[in-house]
């Protein structure tokens, strides 16, 4: 997810560049890749580039309820700035506001946006993630997966609802 700034470094404060956004990416960080989609628009401003954008990805979840995996739709609203490390003219080194884990452009004004998304795709995964919203988990006696249909088991614990 890399993008050549140095044009839009050059252009004037208030530029703005739009790009599509189709590329795989590990977001979990166990290997497994998935598809992120969307736009994104780049805006010069006095110091960064600004990065917004409307990103959609797709990730393998383990739903907490029946242990299955299934694929989860996750959306991002992207919004960062992206500080330039080299003067986009002199290729002199800038210094870096005082924020800690700010983004940067590389050297060669290569603008990544993919640790980001990554960071944004991660935030976006619910906590207690389900494969549908009545997903009917397992049987506590057998472990059958009940969204399968009902296991053998005596109803020994009645449940009022
Ligand atoms: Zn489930
Ligand atoms: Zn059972």
């Known amino acids: 997810m890399k993008i050549n700034v140095a044009q839009l470094l050059r252009a004037s404060i208030g530029s703005v560049r739009d790009y599509e956004i189709k590329q795989v990416i590990d977001i ?43 694929k989860c739709p ?19 080194a800038l210094s870096l506001p005082d924020e800690p884990g700010c983004f940067t452009i590389d050297q060669q004004h290569v603008l990544d946006l993919t640790e980001a998304v990554r960071q944004y795709a991660l935030l976006a995964i619910p906590m207690k993630p389900l494969c549908r919203e009545n997903c009917a988990g397992l049987c506590p006696f057998c472990g059958h997966n009940l969204n399968r249909g009902p296991c053998g088991c005596p109803s020994r614990v009645a449940n009022p609802r």
């Not at 580039?49 to 797709?58: D, N, R, S, T, Y």
């Not at 996750?74 to 002199?92: F, H, I, Q, R, W």
């Open 28 to 70: 979990t960080g166990d290997g497994v890749n998935s598809l992120v989609q969307g736009k994104v628009r780049l805006m010069r401003t006095n110091r960064s580039i600004l990065v917004k954008g409307e990103l959609a990805a797709e990730v393998e979840l383990t739903c907490s309820r029946c242990l299955g995996s299934f």
């Open 74 to 92: 996750l959306k991002m609203n992207l919004e960062e700035e992206y500080y330039p490390t080299a003067d986009v003219d002199t290729g002199a």
